[in-house]
C-alpha cells in the first residue's frame, strides 16, 4: 500500500504597533521585490525552510544560540504562533533546534509570539518574550525559563512579569551582577531585574526620549526622536550602547551610547540604512570567536516581504574610536569561523543553504530533515576532509515505495559526484535505520552538497550523518 505523507506546514514574526493600514500597505508594496539569492553561492539569509524574524544572538560555551520569532506563510499582519532556536560553531552552518517556546508556554497569552532575547545566568536560560495577555488584551512581558539553551523553555511566573502594554524586550547583566530589562513602543522602559531574574526591584523607569539621546524624527509630532522599537542593549570596553530600530515606515537601525546602562544617551547615527524589501528591522549583536557580528532580518526570500521575513547576518568591526561602522544587507552573510568536522556526527539539520527541504521533531530525539522530493539538496559549507574520506554514514528513514538516495556532491548541487547512498524503504517516516556507502574523491576543505534523488513524492528522512577517514598506512620499520 502506497502511504501518504501530509503536505508539511512550512514556512511560518514582532509587533508593530505602528498603523496597521501603512504596514500592511508597504508590506504588499515589497512583495515583487523579494531578492532570489544564488542558492549555490549565497548564505543569507541563514535560515531558508521557514521565515524568521526578531533575531536575538546569544554566545556560549563555544556556540552562537540565535533566537528568532516565526512568521507564518503567506502571513499578512504579524501573526506569530511560537518562537524558534538555531545555533552554529562557525557562523554558517546553522543547527535547527525547533520550537522549544510558543505561546501555548504561557496559559495567560492569546496571541502574538513576538521579538523577545534570552541570557544565561546561574547555569539556567531566561527568555523575555512580549504576548497579549488574555485578560487585559494588552501587551505584556513573560519570562520563560530552562536548563538548555535549547529547551524545552516552561513559564517561570505563570503570569506577566510586567505589563504595560508595550514590546520588544533586552536583557543585560551588568559586569556588577546587576540586570536590566528594556522594552518598548513607543516608549522605552526599564526595570532593575532581581539575581534570580524573575523579578524586579524598584518600579517601572521610563527612559526620557530626547533628541539629543534619540535623534530627530521629522513628520510625526507624536515621536519626535527616531527611537520606535526593539532596543538591544550591551556594554563594550566600558561604554554602554543601545541598538534600535529607528523611525517607522520603512524602519532603520541606529543606535546611541552612554556611561551607564541608565544613561544618559547620546544619538550616534546609523548602523544599516534602510534597505531590504521588509519595512520592519530589528538588531542583535554579539562578539564570537575574536569578531563581531550584526543580525538583522528582512524579506529576501521568495514570497518574503513585511511580514514574511528572515534573519541574516553580517561581520564588522568597530570604528578605532568605539563606534559603529554604517552595515549594508548582503546576501553572502558572514565568512566561516572554522571549518566543519565531517568525521563527526553532523545533525542533518545543520545547514549553511537548503533547497526543497523541511524540518521536523524526530522520534529519536532532536530534528530530522524531511518532506524530501527529488533534486532536493542539503548544503553544508567548508567541510574539512583532510587526506580524505572512505565511507559516508546516515541515519534515514523512508516510507516511499521506491525508497530514494542521497548523493554526495562537492563544490555544488550539481558538483563531482563523491558517493551516493541508496536508502530503501524502512516501513515508516520515522522508522530509522542506518546506510554506509563508499566515498571518493572527497579531500581538502570543500562545499559538501547531500542531493536527493529518486522518484515521485516525499523519498526519505535523514536524522544525522558521519564521514569515516581513509586509513592511513604506517611506514614499515
Not at 564521514?467 to 614499515?476: M, R
Amino acid at each position: 500500500m502506497t502511504t501518504i505523507r501530509p503536505l508539511p506546514v512550512t514556512r511560518t514574526s514582532l509587533t508593530r504597533a505602528v498603523a496597521w493600514v501603512v504596514g500592511l500597505l508597504l508590506a504588499f508594496a515589497v512583495l515583487p521585490a523579494a531578492v532570489q539569492p544564488t542558492a549555490a553561492r549565497a548564505d543569507n539569509p541563514i535560515v531558508q525552510h521557514i521565515y524568521t524574524a526578531d533575531p536575538a544572538p546569544l554566545v556560549h560555551n563555544g556556540r552562537v544560540y540565535l533566537y528568532t520569532g516565526h512568521d507564518e506563510d503567506g502571513s499578512t499582519y504579524f501573526t506569530m504562533k511560537d518562537w524558534r532556536v538555531w545555533s552554529s560553531a562557525d557562523m554558517v552552518n546553522w543547527t535547527d533546534h525547533g520550537s522549544p517556546l510558543g505561546l501555548n508556554t504561557f496559559s495567560w497569552a492569546s496571541a502574538d509570539a513576538w521579538a523577545g532575547q534570552a541570557v544565561q545566568r546561574n547555569g539556567r536560560f531566561y527568555w523575555y518574550v512580549p504576548v497579549k495577555n488574555r485578560a487585559t488584551g494588552r501587551m505584556a512581558i513573560g519570562v520563560a525559563v530552562s536548563d538548555s539553551p535549547t529547551g524545552p523553555f516552561r513559564d517561570a511566573l505563570g503570569r506577566p512579569l510586567v505589563e504595560n502594554g508595550e514590546i520588544d524586550p533586552t536583557v543585560f547583566v551588568d559586569d556588577d551582577g546587576q540586570a536590566y530589562l528594556y522594552w518598548g513602543n513607543p516608549n522605552l522602559s526599564y526595570v532593575r531585574l532581581n539575581a534570580d531574574m524573575t523579578s524586579y526591584s524598584g518600579g517601572v523607569t521610563r527612559i526620557p526620549l530626547t533628541t539629543a539621546g534619540f535623534g530627530t524624527r521629522t513628520g510625526d509630532p507624536n515621536r519626535p526622536t527616531l527611537y520606535e522599537e526593539g532596543p538591544w542593549v550591551y556594554k563594550r570596553n566600558g561604554l554602554y550602547y543601545m541598538v534600535f530600530a529607528a523611525k517607522c515606515c520603512s524602519e532603520f537601525i541606529a543606535y546611541s551610547t552612554a556611561p551607564g546602562p541608565t544613561g544618559p544617551w547620546t544619538y550616534r547615527g546609523t548602523v544599516m540604512p534602510t534597505q531590504g524589501s521588509s519595512f520592519t528591522n530589528h538588531p542583535g549583536i554579539v562578539d564570537f570567536k575574536g569578531s563581531s557580528y550584526f543580525f538583522y532580518h528582512n524579506g529576501a526570500l521568495p514570497g518574503g516581504g513585511g511580514f514574511t521575513r528572515s534573519v541574516a547576518v553580517e561581520r564588522f568591526s568597530y570604528n578605532a574610536d568605539g563606534t559603529i561602522p554604517t552595515i549594508t544587507m548582503t546576501n553572502t552573510g558572514a565568512p566561516q569561523a572554522g571549518p566543519l568536522n565531517p568525521y563527526v556526527r553532523q545533525e542533518a539539520e545543520t545547514i549553511a543553504w537548503g533547497s526543497g527541504i523541511e524540518t521536523e521533531p524526530s522520534s529519536e530525539g532532536g530534528m530530522n530533515v524531511g518532506w524530501i522530493d527529488n533534486g532536493d539538496y542539503i548544503k553544508v559549507k567548508g567541510a574539512a576532509f583532510g587526506s580524505g574520506a572512505a565511507s559516508f554514514t546516515a541515519r534515514v528513514a523512508s516510507a516511499a515505495t521506491g525508497g530514494g538516495a542521497v548523493e554526495l556532491r562537492l563544490g555544488g548541487p550539481n558538483g563531482t559526484v563523491a558517493g551516493r547512498c541508496a536508502v530503501p524503504n524502512t516501513g515508516g517516516w520515522q522508522t530509522w535505520t542506518t546506510v554506509t556507502c563508499p566515498v571518493s574523491g572527497a579531500t581538502g576543505t570543500q562545499d559538501l552538497y547531500l542531493r536527493f534523488t529518486g522518484g515521485s513524492g516525499y523519498l526519505l528522512n535523514m536524522n544525522w550523518w558521519q564521514f569515516t577517514p581513509a586509513a592511513t598506512v604506517t611506514p614499515p620499520g
